[in-house]
């Protein structure tokens, strides 16, 4: 079966450090992978895709993710964080093996960033 | 305005009650999906449509219908609502033009059930 996992549930970091939420995914074949963001009462936003090529994709607010296929993992990195990307992380895979393309999601991380 | 606009935003009823939440969008998708959000468990599909004649269930669709009216209307409904559908739920769309695009979300509309 397809399953997304985020092994933390809160992720606690200090204004200017380097930042790291988590994700490993099981999936057949190739994956594509994303990460959304979102905000209190806000609708969950695109952060940034993998799809093929670079394992290191860069996406929106400096946010990078780096894809390892032999850990199966999907890392959301900054180099430096800042208070205003405290918000609710999720990791996402596409199904496509099915062919519904149905995304599955992670249960979610949320980041602390403290001033 | 927003792409993908939910109503109602809030909205608290009481047991047995019929609920639809409606949602529209201007970006011209034909796939629109229904999810719902609970702390801890991430967000679950619960209905999915690829276009104005085609509906499918998600993973937790019991209890829940949904019918896409128009291209740019999916609604959501609980025919008799239960406290355990208490949740955030949310509307997507995504574009058909490639199998890799991404989803586009509404604000989300937050029920309570009573």
């Known amino acids: 079966a397809q399953s997304v996992a985020q092994p933390e549930d809160q992720v606690n970091v200090a204004e200017g450090n380097p930042l790291t939420v988590k994700c490993t995914y099981s999936?057949?074949?190739?994956?594509?992978l994303f990460w959304y963001v979102q905000y209190p009462n806000r609708g969950l936003q695109f952060l940034l895709k993998?799809?093929?090529?670079?394992?290191l994709v860069k996406g929106s607010y400096g946010f990078e993710a780096e894809f390892n296929k032999s850990q199966t993992s999907f890392h959301l990195k900054k180099p430096s964080a800042l208070v205003s990307d405290s918000a609710l992380y999720f990791c996402?895979?596409?199904?496509?093996?099915?062919?519904?393309?149905?995304?599955?999601f992670g249960t979610g991380t949320r980041l602390k960033v403290l001033a | 305005d927003a792409d993908v606009t939910q109503t109602p935003r809030n909205r608290i009823t009481k047991t047995g009650k019929r609920i639809m939440l409606e949602c529209s969008q201007t970006k011209g998708h034909d796939r629109m999906y229904w999810y719902r959000q609970d702390p801890g468990l991430g967000l679950r599909l619960i209905y999915y449509?690829?276009?104005?004649?085609?509906?499918n269930k998600g993973e937790i669709s019991d209890g829940y219908s949904v019918s896409r009216q128009a291209q740019a209307k999916f609604s959501l409904s609980l025919e008799s609502a239960i406290p355990n559908q208490t949740a955030l739920y949310f509307c997507a769309t995504q574009s058909p033009s490639t199998e890799t695009g991404e989803l586009f979300f509404g604000e989300g509309s937050r029920l309570t059930v009573l």
């Open positions: 449509s690829f276009d104005v004649k085609d509906i």
């Open positions: 999936v057949s074949g190739n994956p594509y």
């Open positions: 996402a895979v596409r199904d496509k093996q099915t062919g519904t393309y149905k995304y599955i």
């Open positions: 993998y799809i093929t090529g670079d394992n």
